[in-house]
Protein backbone atom coordinates (compact mmCIF):
# COMPACT_ATOMS: atom_id res chain seq x y z
CA UNK A 1 0.00 0.00 0.00
CA UNK A 2 1.39 3.15 -0.61
CA UNK A 3 2.04 5.74 2.08
CA UNK A 4 -0.46 8.65 0.58
CA UNK A 5 -3.41 6.37 0.77
CA UNK A 6 -2.59 5.14 4.22
CA UNK A 7 -2.29 8.55 5.29
CA UNK A 8 -5.61 9.92 3.61
CA UNK A 9 -6.79 6.86 5.71
CA UNK A 10 -5.89 7.38 9.08
CA UNK A 11 -5.11 10.91 9.04
CA UNK A 12 -7.25 12.72 7.09
CA UNK A 13 -6.46 16.31 5.62
CA UNK A 14 -9.35 17.71 7.95
CA UNK A 15 -8.26 16.31 10.75
CA UNK A 16 -4.26 16.94 10.18
CA UNK A 17 -4.37 20.34 12.04
CA UNK A 18 -4.71 19.62 14.88
CA UNK A 19 -2.18 16.75 14.94
CA UNK A 20 0.43 16.75 17.76
CA UNK A 21 2.25 13.87 17.25
CA UNK A 22 3.40 11.37 14.55
CA UNK A 23 5.66 8.31 14.78
CA UNK A 24 6.57 5.83 12.39
CA UNK A 25 8.28 2.45 13.82
CA UNK A 26 8.73 -0.41 11.84
CA UNK A 27 6.39 1.32 8.85
CA UNK A 28 6.29 -0.25 5.69
CA UNK A 29 4.05 1.60 3.39
CA UNK A 30 5.78 3.06 0.57
CA UNK A 31 6.15 6.92 -0.83
CA UNK A 32 6.98 10.02 0.40
CA UNK A 33 5.46 11.88 3.98
CA UNK A 34 3.97 15.24 2.85
CA UNK A 35 3.76 17.57 5.93
CA UNK A 36 1.95 20.43 4.62
CA UNK A 37 -0.65 20.09 6.29
CA UNK A 38 0.50 19.24 9.77
CA UNK A 39 0.90 22.87 10.76
CA UNK A 40 0.34 22.32 14.58
CA UNK A 41 2.87 19.21 14.82
CA UNK A 42 5.22 18.95 17.52
CA UNK A 43 7.22 15.80 17.40
CA UNK A 44 8.19 13.96 14.17
CA UNK A 45 9.52 10.22 14.87
CA UNK A 46 10.73 8.19 11.43
CA UNK A 47 13.14 5.00 12.12
CA UNK A 48 12.81 1.83 11.26
CA UNK A 49 10.50 2.45 8.19
CA UNK A 50 12.71 2.33 5.05
CA UNK A 51 9.87 1.98 2.90
CA UNK A 52 9.67 6.31 3.94
CA UNK A 53 11.74 7.60 1.06
CA UNK A 54 11.34 11.23 1.96
CA UNK A 55 10.09 14.15 4.24
CA UNK A 56 8.59 17.26 2.13
CA UNK A 57 7.32 20.38 3.43
CA UNK A 58 8.67 20.40 6.83
CA UNK A 59 9.07 23.67 7.00
CA UNK A 60 5.52 24.58 7.60
CA UNK A 61 5.78 22.68 10.81
CA UNK A 62 6.47 26.02 12.74
CA UNK A 63 5.39 24.22 15.76
CA UNK A 64 7.90 21.48 15.60
CA UNK A 65 10.20 20.83 18.98
CA UNK A 66 11.40 17.12 17.84
CA UNK A 67 12.65 15.53 14.95
CA UNK A 68 13.67 11.89 14.68
CA UNK A 69 15.22 10.79 11.48
CA UNK A 70 16.40 7.53 11.04
CA UNK A 71 16.05 7.46 7.60
CA UNK A 72 19.84 5.20 6.28
CA UNK A 73 17.95 3.28 3.47
CA UNK A 74 15.71 6.24 2.45
CA UNK A 75 16.20 8.89 -0.06
CA UNK A 76 16.77 11.99 2.27
CA UNK A 77 18.58 14.35 0.54
CA UNK A 78 17.05 17.93 0.91
CA UNK A 79 16.08 19.02 4.40
CA UNK A 80 15.47 22.84 5.25
CA UNK A 81 14.84 23.18 9.03
CA UNK A 82 15.88 27.06 9.05
CA UNK A 83 12.35 27.94 9.37
CA UNK A 84 11.45 25.15 12.54
CA UNK A 85 12.94 27.51 15.35
CA UNK A 86 11.05 25.94 18.11
CA UNK A 87 13.02 22.97 17.49
CA UNK A 88 14.73 21.57 20.62
CA UNK A 89 15.73 18.13 19.76
CA UNK A 90 17.31 16.76 16.75
CA UNK A 91 18.35 13.03 15.74
CA UNK A 92 19.32 12.65 11.79
CA UNK A 93 20.41 9.37 10.01
CA UNK A 94 20.22 10.01 5.94
CA UNK A 95 22.51 7.21 5.26
CA UNK A 96 25.03 10.08 3.87
CA UNK A 97 22.42 11.22 1.57
CA UNK A 98 21.76 14.25 2.87
CA UNK A 99 24.29 17.53 2.01
CA UNK A 100 22.92 20.79 3.98
CA UNK A 101 24.83 23.78 5.94
CA UNK A 102 25.03 23.85 9.51
CA UNK A 103 23.67 27.28 9.23
CA UNK A 104 20.34 26.18 8.58
CA UNK A 105 20.21 25.71 12.98
CA UNK A 106 21.42 29.01 13.06
CA UNK A 107 18.64 30.86 14.82
CA UNK A 108 17.56 27.65 16.79
CA UNK A 109 17.88 29.22 19.83
CA UNK A 110 15.91 26.48 21.75
CA UNK A 111 17.80 23.68 21.11
CA UNK A 112 19.31 21.50 23.27
CA UNK A 113 20.14 18.36 21.62
CA UNK A 114 22.25 18.34 18.25
CA UNK A 115 22.76 14.68 16.72
CA UNK A 116 24.01 14.28 13.40
CA UNK A 117 26.56 12.37 13.52
CA UNK A 118 27.73 8.84 11.69
CA UNK A 119 29.55 5.63 13.23
CA UNK A 120 32.81 5.46 10.68
CA UNK A 121 33.72 6.97 7.41
CA UNK A 122 31.75 3.66 5.72
CA UNK A 123 28.36 4.90 7.52
CA UNK A 124 28.47 8.67 8.07
CA UNK A 125 25.05 9.12 8.66
CA UNK A 126 24.88 12.63 6.73
CA UNK A 127 27.11 15.17 4.98
CA UNK A 128 26.73 18.34 6.77
CA UNK A 129 29.40 21.05 6.42
CA UNK A 130 29.92 24.58 7.02
CA UNK A 131 31.33 25.94 10.75
CA UNK A 132 30.40 25.47 14.04
CA UNK A 133 29.67 29.61 14.64
CA UNK A 134 26.60 28.51 12.85
CA UNK A 135 25.60 27.21 15.99
CA UNK A 136 26.70 29.95 18.37
CA UNK A 137 23.06 31.76 19.28
CA UNK A 138 21.96 27.95 20.09
CA UNK A 139 23.29 28.73 23.70
CA UNK A 140 20.57 26.10 25.01
CA UNK A 141 22.62 22.89 23.21
CA UNK A 142 24.32 20.72 25.90
CA UNK A 143 25.13 17.76 23.08
CA UNK A 144 26.73 17.63 20.10
CA UNK A 145 27.34 14.82 17.57
CA UNK A 146 29.02 16.34 14.28
CA UNK A 147 30.95 13.09 14.04
CA UNK A 148 31.89 11.55 10.12
CA UNK A 149 30.57 15.05 8.80
CA UNK A 150 33.94 15.97 6.71
CA UNK A 151 32.76 19.52 5.70
CA UNK A 152 32.80 20.31 9.22
CA UNK A 153 36.32 21.80 9.48
CA UNK A 154 35.87 25.52 11.35
CA UNK A 155 34.07 27.46 13.76
CA UNK A 156 35.85 25.86 17.20
CA UNK A 157 36.63 29.22 18.33
CA UNK A 158 32.40 29.44 18.92
CA UNK A 159 32.23 25.79 20.78
CA UNK A 160 31.49 26.00 24.40
CA UNK A 161 33.84 23.70 26.15
CA UNK A 162 30.84 21.89 27.26
CA UNK A 163 29.79 20.23 23.80
CA UNK A 164 33.65 18.95 23.28
CA UNK A 165 33.54 15.46 23.51
CA UNK A 166 36.47 13.41 21.15
CA UNK A 167 34.47 10.68 19.98
CA UNK A 168 31.72 13.17 18.94
CA UNK A 169 34.13 14.51 16.16
CA UNK A 170 35.50 12.04 14.83
CA UNK A 171 35.88 12.31 11.34
CA UNK A 172 35.75 15.91 11.31
CA UNK A 173 38.73 18.74 10.44
CA UNK A 174 38.40 19.59 14.04
CA UNK A 175 39.98 17.10 15.20
CA UNK A 176 42.73 17.97 13.38
CA UNK A 177 43.31 21.31 15.11
CA UNK A 178 43.09 19.98 18.25
CA UNK A 179 45.66 17.46 17.54
CA UNK A 180 48.67 19.27 18.56
CA UNK A 181 47.20 19.99 21.62
CA UNK A 182 46.70 16.46 22.66
CA UNK A 183 42.48 17.11 21.70
CA UNK A 184 42.93 19.65 24.83
CA UNK A 185 39.97 21.96 23.78
CA UNK A 186 40.68 24.23 26.98
CA UNK A 187 44.58 24.72 25.96
CA UNK A 188 43.94 25.33 22.26
CA UNK A 189 41.36 28.44 23.66
CA UNK A 190 44.17 29.52 25.53
CA UNK A 191 46.61 29.40 22.82
CA UNK A 192 44.16 30.68 20.22
CA UNK A 193 43.40 34.06 22.55
CA UNK A 194 46.97 34.40 23.37
CA UNK A 195 47.71 34.40 19.81
CA UNK A 196 50.42 31.67 20.52
CA UNK A 197 50.11 29.64 17.53
CA UNK A 198 53.21 30.33 15.78
CA UNK A 199 55.55 29.04 18.89
CA UNK A 200 53.67 25.61 18.33
CA UNK A 201 56.37 24.63 15.60
CA UNK A 202 59.16 24.92 18.23
CA UNK A 203 56.87 22.65 20.90
CA UNK A 204 57.31 19.07 19.32
CA UNK A 205 55.95 17.28 21.23
CA UNK A 206 53.38 19.68 22.81
CA UNK A 207 53.20 19.59 26.12
CA UNK A 208 56.61 17.98 26.79
CA UNK A 209 59.33 18.72 29.90
CA UNK A 210 62.39 18.80 29.48
Not at 147 to 166: A, M, T, V, Y
Amino acid sequence: MKLELWMDCYFPKEERKGTKNLTFNNFHHEGELDLKDFSNLESLTIMNSNKITNVKNIGKCLQLKKLTLLMRYGNLVNLDLSKNLKLTKISIHSGGKLIADLAMFAKMTELEYLDIGGVGYKDPANKFYGSLSSLKDCKKLKFLDVSFNQGINKGLEDLPIHLFRKERFYGTGILEQLEPFEYDINVWHMVSKKGWKNRLKSWLPFGSKK
